[in-house]
């Protein structure tokens, strides 16, 4: 590792976690956003604009970025202008603990589940204050729907990524990476040890819970535009609805990314192909080759979340909580029982 | 009021128990909130009232007439072949079964009849303009539920029938077809070759939504048991169409009636469902999508030959006297009150347009809802704005 | 309480996202194959309206003699027409001159127009036929009263009536 002064370190941090959180973002919005789900409406979807529509995200954002910045005459207009950015806020905090590569990180310390699970909730607080200060009923009941649904969603996913956290035996992101590739299946190291196969249920309830967290179909009822016009974000326009905009998508993408470091492996390949044993060993290249597999993995989950957005219904708020209360959380919890008895066992 | 269902009732009374304790303990509000008439789930420009607790309605109250364009005037000073063009403007999504009943009554007043090959078109075109309605209904209730996808599938698929209506009668959306005595023109050539191909892909495009929202468990959870009106609270507000058939009453004008039209050449069945709820509105409607393609069909078999247009004089007066006719229209009971002077034009024209006594039982059975619950209680009725507020 | 409904063998929430799916793989799938999007892309191509399509209504001047049958008949009256009289060359030679209307205005505004086609069925000289063009969306909306020359140069897009369904009876005239 070249030794860099600080401030060049922080400079490549912050331009890399600029990238790592818009790219993401950007990629969500083309692929799943304006093509997939043009494709399964059987029509095309933006074609003009560069080729296949690819420069389409460039126009939108030069539309919003031109747009005048209202606020409601009776909103709290200091707190109205802070919550988009508080909820972007939580995006660029949760990408942080995200690891890349071995050496390819922002930052790597140990309580890094924890951290996680901590700043996803900062995005709440932006969403809740979003919803009252903009002095309008819609975006008041749409915050409160939201503040329910996050905070109802936390527990089942801190409870299925405990599950996780018991079989690694550590908290640390980057040392989840590591057992999942260095792991062995009964003695057999071809493909490691990813979490998802262990922990299939942990999966299923986290990556339910992400649904809940990004409001995404099933589970919208905070934007829920037949609805509620928009929710929360029915007051805003141009650059800060824009924010928002970026918020979800990008947020999108980083939980698709700590579902994939937490369950798929992150960015490592099995390292018995290579012969690999320990973080000393890895070749340099897979600085350059792990976020590749970081984000082709994304693609994958966050392609999945999209499908599920695109073909289903909303459900209906007390549902939701139902069904977070009474089957998530059991469940999770019974994962995580079996999980302890079983790491007793093995 | 028998079989109310038990949620509803214990959630009015939980209401009332509320809204006492609001003013009396809390010294809390209650708050007002105007669904439309600028909504997104309302479309068109209904305005909806409702009082809520927490989430809870409290009390609803519907406020029609902002989107009013006076055609019951309008009519009477028209003649009667302009009369034709204005009021397939009142439910736009089936325009052409508007303009039946008007022309039958005035046919009635004028004691011609259509011959049977004109009968057999206007039957065809008019269960055409209700799949064409229907199947709209089936897209938009995805997306009042919030799934964006099927109200594509809609789409794509109601254009078939529109082109279908296109070539016939030239309008897409507003055929003004009808003629009092027949019908404007006979059917290009193909054209009953491509009905059959189109009515094949429409039961394609059930089966889809029948896999893509009715099966979807998430989509029963929303509906079923929500929104139940008994068959006797039906009745007494005057609802018709699928939303009183949903309720198990087995009323259905085109079975009915005698009138000179050719439902009762084709084999098909009248769909009910016992339960009453948004479920069984939604399901019934999708069931007679099913049921009229299939009329359709049979209509296109078995078209006689021969002229579309009785004799009618060049210039229509028609007689003095009152017609009253309703037909079985895509949303319900639509009829026109006809009175004429023998004038060119109509005297009086009541209209009565299904919508208008469909949506008056939305105090009814919003209260005690949650407000998801409204919009998917409005999106089961089914309503078109220009239908109520003509 | 609602009544039962037959248990499905799939999950309901498999088969939505199977519909889906479906409906993907038919879009990707090349044109040749029978797949692609069901919409157009419309500047560059274009679908082919119905040859009874009400698009757009062409004059043919001289066989209008002004009768206002299709002005009175119109039920927004959005049909504005001048004429006055004109004397014309006797058919026989050596006969009087004819007294025709000659016209000197006539207006279509197509911001009123309802596209009913009431007028084209009244005019009994055959002076008034439906085009199916639709591309004729103007800027400004007093640009939309189309006068006689340009109702006379739609004349040229007018396509013959389509041939009938079997079974129907053969009507004179149009």
Not at chain 1, 119 to 148: E, F, H, Q
Not at chain 1, 241 to 266: C, R, Y
Not at chain 2, 189 to 212: N, P
Request: with cysteine; proline share 6%; charged share 20%.
């Amino acid at each position: 590792m070249i030794a860099l002064a600080y401030w060049v370190q922080s400079l490549l941090r912050v331009l890399g976690g600029t990238v790592a959180v818009l790219l993401p973002a950007g990629t969500i919005v083309y692929l799943f956003l304006f093509k997939m789900m043009s494709f399964m409406q059987s029509r095309l979807g933006p074609m003009e604009a560069g080729p296949y529509g690819s420069l389409q995200l460039f126009a939108e954002v030069g539309k919003w970025l031109q747009k005048e910045d209202i606020a409601p005459e009776r909103a709290d207009k200091r707190i109205f202008r802070i919550a988009p950015l508080l909820v972007l806020v939580s995006t660029f905090l949760l990408v942080a603990v995200v690891p890349f590569g071995p050496d390819a990180y922002f930052t790597n310390f140990d309580a890094g589940v924890f951290y996680m699970l901590a700043v996803s909730s900062v995005s709440t607080l932006g969403i809740l204050i979003a919803g009252w200060s903009s002095a309008n009923k819609y975006s008041l009941l749409g915050g409160l729907r939201a503040a329910g649904q996050l905070i109802a969603y936390e527990l089942p996913m801190v409870l299925s990524v405990l599950g996780v956290v018991i079989q690694a035996g550590t908290m640390n992101l980057q040392s989840i990476v590591m057992q999942q590739n260095a792991g062995s299946i009964f003695g057999w190291d071809g493909i490691g040890n990813p979490f998802i196969l262990t922990q299939f249920v942990g999966f299923l309830i986290f990556m339910i819970s992400v649904q809940a967290e990004l409001t995404q179909t099933p589970f919208d009822m905070p934007i829920a535009e037949s609805e509620l016009v928009s929710g929360y974000m029915t007051e805003y326009s141009g650059f800060r609805f824009l924010i928002f905009f970026i918020a979800e998508f990008a947020t999108a993408g980083v939980f698709a990314l700590i579902a994939s470091v937490l369950f798929l492996g992150g960015w490592g390949i099995p390292f018995s192909w290579f012969g690999w044993d320990s973080v000393g060993s890895i070749d340099n290249w897979m600085n350059v080759g792990g976020p590749l597999i970081m984000v082709t993995k994304m693609v994958v989950l966050s392609g999945i979340i999209m499908w599920v957005r695109f073909s289903y219904p909303r459900m209906r708020e007390d549902q939701l909580q139902r069904f977070a209360w009474k089957v998530l959380v059991p469940l999770s919890l019974l994962n995580i029982m079996a999980t302890a008895i079983l790491k007793v066992v093995f | 009021m028998t079989d109310l269902a038990d949620r509803q009732k214990l959630s009015y009374i939980a209401a009332q128990a509320a809204d006492a304790r609001l003013n009396v303990e809390l010294e809390t509000e209650g708050m007002t909130l105007n669904i439309g008439p600028q909504h997104p789930a309302t479309h068109g420009t209904l305005r909806i009232i409702v009082r809520l607790d927490g989430e809870q309605v409290v009390w609803a109250e519907p406020s029609a007439g902002y989107m009013h364009r006076g055609y019951e005037k309008l009519t009477e000073v028209r003649t009667f072949p302009q009369v034709t063009a204005l009021i397939n403007r009142i439910d736009w999504l089936g325009s052409f079964a508007n303009e039946v009943p008007f022309i039958l009554a005035a046919e009635k007043l004028m004691e011609i009849e259509a011959p049977p090959r004109a009968q057999y078109i206007r039957t065809i075109l008019f269960e055409l303009s209700r799949i064409a309605n229907v199947s709209l209904f089936l897209g938009d209730l995805g997306v009042q539920l919030g799934a964006v996808t099927p109200v594509f599938f809609a789409f794509r698929d109601r254009e078939y029938v529109l082109n279908l209506i296109e070539a016939a009668t030239g309008g897409r959306f507003h055929p003004n077809f009808d003629r009092i005595g027949g019908l404007k023109d006979d059917l290009p050539a193909g054209w009953l070759a491509e009905t059959k191909q189109v009515m094949k892909r429409l039961r394609g495009f059930c089966d889809e939504i029948e896999d893509l929202l009715f099966g979807n468990e998430i989509f029963q959870s929303r509906l079923r048991g929500i929104g139940v009106i008994p068959a006797d609270v039906a009745k007494q507000y005057g609802l018709s169409g699928a939303n009183l058939r949903a309720s198990g009453v087995d009323w259905d004008l085109r079975r009915d009636q005698n009138l000179p039209m050719a439902w009762d050449k084709a084999d098909w069945k009248v769909i009910t469902h016992p339960d009453g709820d948004s479920f069984a509105r939604c399901w019934v409607r999708l069931q007679e999508v099913r049921e009229s393609t299939k009329i359709v069909d049979q209509l296109c078999d078995s078209l006689p030959s021969g002229p579309i247009m009785a004799k009618v004089p060049r210039i229509i007066k028609v007689p003095e006297g009152e017609a009253w006719v309703s037909t079985e229209n895509p949303l319900g009971e639509m009829g026109y009150y006809v009175v004429s002077k023998g004038d060119l034009g109509p005297f009086r024209v009541k209209i009565r347009s299904a919508s208008f006594n469909n949506i008056s039982i939305v105090p009814w059975v919003l209260r005690g809802v949650y407000v998801p619950d409204v919009i998917s209680i409005l999106a089961s009725l089914y309503f078109i704005l220009g239908d109520i507020d003509r | 309480m609602p009544s039962k409904l037959p248990k499905p063998k799939v999950p309901g929430l498999l088969k939505g996202l199977g519909v889906t799916a479906r409906t993907f793989a038919e879009t990707v799938k090349p044109k040749k194959m029978g797949g692609g999007a069901a919409t157009v892309q419309y500047p560059h191509e274009k679908e082919s309206p119905p040859i009874r399509a009400r698009g757009v209504i062409a004059l043919r001047e001289d066989n209008c003699t002004a009768c206002m049958l299709c002005a009175r008949s119109c039920p927004d009256w959005c049909i504005f027409i001048e004429a006055h009289k004109d004397l014309a060359p006797p058919r026989r030679a050596g006969g009087a001159p004819r007294k025709v209307n000659k016209l000197d205005r006539f207006d279509i505004d197509y911001a009123l127009c309802m596209y009913c086609g009431i007028c084209v069925e009244v005019c009994p000289f055959d002076a008034l036929f439906w085009s199916p063009e639709y591309e004729y969306s103007e800027p400004k909306i007093a640009d939309l009263l189309h006068d006689k020359t340009k109702l006379g140069e739609w004349m040229e897009t007018v396509p013959e009536a389509p041939a009938l369904e079997a079974g129907a009876e053969k009507k004179k005239g149009k």
